[in-house]
């Protein structure tokens, strides 16, 4: 297999908004940042996925672009940046941007003067189409509730927005669309980062005609559309293949075989992909709101699909959480006080000893758990502000369940800053926080977990330096175990004579593994487990949420 970097390396996800505020105006910041870059050299990450610090009106925090060459206000300067990335690269830690270009903001030049009228040169930098018998010119829903349309007076004329209204649809079908983006992309590399996060980039390109979907469904001609690959070639052409960089694809609605052309190994489009298929698996896709857990066998079989089948002709990236998703813990381990730490160290070890490159989610490092936000007012998420109003105003729901399934699965659970102390505000701000602070960070905090030898931080650290210094944690092969057990999940990675056994008990009884009979009874070495105490040899029951990994030399 081909060695690459950013196969060997290991991502952290900073949400910067609610990362570190450096002046006090309760808003995180680029100088917060640099200042704990030592705090992220110590936890051993090799790169930083930045979201968004573009200067931004934050109808969806950053994720609507109004000038991708400026920093946002409240982030600081572009002196902070260029300081930020010095400091970065002092520190051996890569940057990757978030490159949001499906969509801008409706207050960015081109979309100001697309909007202004029919001949202006920049029409068609978006999506125009005029009203069908009256209305939308499709059914299409938007991400964040409604039509996909709004009416424009100034034109009378429709444009498409796939996520909010103040995010119009750039149209990638136009070629100076394309060349525009990548000049952009080209200045950014100049500058010195190190790859991109490109988010929904799968939906670019849109099937000819738009045609209505079943009960608004778009994802058939949205999604994975028919020039998304030709696109994605020649943004690798024109930019990316000139640079050294880390690319991954946020990819709604991507199978494997789609994976294989975004993340090909002959490298014509992209690293990697972020795949959806493991967080829709509590309703994502179909229907969000509920309050599912993630259950085993379906995880099991998810990875088990993406592991298998993208090996030798693609890459996979490994997350359990992000911007966009509750808090893991939440969600697919035990929040509460006696198995929170255990269950977040088995669900990091789940994922960090699989093949591809795992991200870490701001917090996650800490065992960061979903919020009690108490009332709607807390609540800050336009998608999740949007969904309260359109499902309860339809009757799909009553006020109070809503508001509880948004406590389980919105956004803003992620979001609320990070726990740096058990100082007021947790460390991250001296003024008013732009949104609640999870009143458990008296508990969890960095302050606390870096001081304490056995925390979650500290696991975390062991966890991301065994993929730098076992080969077979990147490169081996997988082999899932006991496919249909509900309790322990459990693989091997092989590389050479080197086999490692890795089992992970997801529940909170005691359950039974099966160690594969050419490792049975066989001396091993303990390379990480989250009980103290172990024996010699792999045992064949597991203690609650306990994981272990195993090293195998035959
Ligand atoms: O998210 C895209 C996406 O697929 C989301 O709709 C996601 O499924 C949803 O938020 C889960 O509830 C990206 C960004 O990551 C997100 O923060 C942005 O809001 C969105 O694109 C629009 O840019
Ligand atoms: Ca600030």
Not at 7 to 17: D, F, H, L, T
Not at 541 to 553: D, N, P
Request: one cysteine or more; charged letters at 25%; proline letters at 3%.
């Amino acid at each position: 297999m081909d060695k690459k970097w950013w196969k060997e390396s290991v991502v952290y996800q900073i949400y910067p908004r609610s990362f570190c505020d450096s002046n006090g105006d309760g808003i995180g910041d680029l100088n917060g940042i640099t200042s704990k870059m030592d705090y992220l050299k110590e936890l051993g990450i090799d790169v930083i996925w930045l979201s968004p610090v573009y200067q931004s009106p934050n109808a969806d925090n950053g994720y609507d672009i109004s000038d991708y060459q400026a920093i946002m206000e409240e982030f600081g300067t572009m002196e902070d940046y260029d300081r930020m990335l010095a400091s970065a690269h002092e520190h051996g830690i890569k940057i990757v941007m978030d490159l949001v270009v499906n969509h801008t903001s409706d207050e960015h030049q081109w979309f100001v003067e697309s909007r202004s009228s029919k001949d202006n040169a920049k029409r068609d930098y978006y999506i125009w189409r005029d009203a069908k018998d009256g209305h939308e010119p499709n059914n299409w829903h938007s991400c964040f509730s409604g039509s996909a349309w709004k009416y424009d007076e100034t034109t009378d004329m429709y444009y498409l927005h796939m996520f909010a209204e103040k995010q119009p649809d750039l149209n990638w079908d136009n070629p100076v669309v394309r060349d525009d983006v990548f000049k952009m992309m080209t200045w950014w590399c100049d500058k010195g980062i190190d790859g991109f996060r490109m988010d929904v980039i799968s939906m670019i390109s849109k099937v000819e005609g738009l045609p209505d979907g079943v009960d608004g469904n778009y994802t058939p001609y949205v999604c994975n559309g028919p020039h998304v690959h030709e696109y994605l070639q020649e943004m690798n052409e024109k930019v990316l293949s000139r640079y050294d960089l880390l690319t991954v694809g946020e990819c709604p609605a991507v199978t494997v075989d789609e994976a294989k052309k975004y993340a090909n190994s002959n490298g014509t489009e992209l690293s990697m992909v972020f795949q959806f298929e493991h967080m829709d698996l509590d309703g994502g896709e179909t229907f969000k709101w509920n309050e599912r857990k993630i259950p085993l066998s379906g995880l099991k079989a998810v990875m088990n699909k993406w592991q298998t089948g993208l090996e030798n002709c693609g890459w996979n990236s490994l997350y359990w959480c992000n911007h966009d998703q509750p808090r893991m813990l939440s969600r697919m381990g035990n929040d509460s006080d006696e198995y929170r730490e255990v269950s977040a160290k088995m669900l990091g070890t789940a994922l960090h000893m699989m093949q591809g490159t795992p991200y870490v989610y701001q917090g996650e490092e800490l065992g960061m758990t979903n919020v009690p936000f108490g009332s709607m007012e807390n609540i800050r998420d336009i998608e999740s502000i949007n969904a309260f109003n359109e499902l309860t105003a339809n009757g799909t729901f009553d006020e109070e369940t809503m508001f509880r399934y948004i406590c389980y699965k919105g956004r803003d659970n992620a979001r609320t800053p990070m726990q740096w102390d058990d100082s007021e505000n947790a460390g991250f701000t001296t003024g008013t926080p732009w949104i609640m602070v999870n009143p458990n960070y008296t508990k969890i905090n960095a302050k606390e977990q870096v001081s304490r030898k056995d925390s979650v931080f500290h696991y975390y650290k062991k966890l991301i330096a065994l993929r730098h210094t076992e080969e077979a944690v990147v490169y081996g092969s997988f082999n899932l175990l006991m496919p249909e057990d509900e309790e322990v999940f459990a693989y091997t990675r092989t590389l050479g004579s080197t086999v490692l056994f890795i089992a992970c008990n997801y529940s909170q009884n005691e359950a039974a593994v099966e160690i594969p009979a050419e490792l049975a009874g066989k001396k091993a070495e303990l390379l990480i487990s989250n009980y103290d105490e172990q024996g010699e040899t792999a045992a064949k029951t597991l203690r609650a949420y306990e994981a272990v990994v195993w090293k195998y030399t035959l």
